[in-house]
């Protein structure tokens, strides 16, 4: 009588080890190849979940959220116009220690222009609302100036334009950042 001893591997073949009879029968058995386990059928990745945009979105400030560098005339307008999602936008001041100045929602299909900025250099940094999922990246525009000059005849000052779908020749480039520098 033969038996086999499994350790180890459960695809790695098997020793055979030889076993003395326990009878007297003169008999012999040939040893047997174990079938090897057939590993599980992988499950099917779980298709993706459509991005649902998030309903009823007002383009408007953040209520209560402050707003900041407010002494000046300069003019920033996020063109939201030709993109499927609203998007939540902070426009921040990067004077000194960097800190956001504004807090914005656009809509999807639609433009904000926040007004009074004082001069300085500024990014912007956004992303888009969902109504089933929570973002998970943002993007950061490059940095820009903004400036006010006095002239004889009056105030001369920046208005910036930042459309948040590609256009060909635009005037800025922008970079995925992590939520946590929103």
Known sequence: IYSQVFSGDP??????TVTPPTTSSASVATPQTPQRPTPPAAAPAPAPVPLIPKANVVTQYVPNAPRLNSDGLCEITIDNKQNDFPVYVRIWNLDGKPKAVRS????????FTAKSFSPGRYDIRYTRIYENEVASSASKSEPFELEQIQQKDGISYSTMSLTLYRVRHGNTRTSSIPMTEL
């Open 11 to 16: 695809f790695k073949k098997p020793a055979a």
């Open 104 to 111: 914005i929602n656009v809509r999807q299909g639609d433009s």
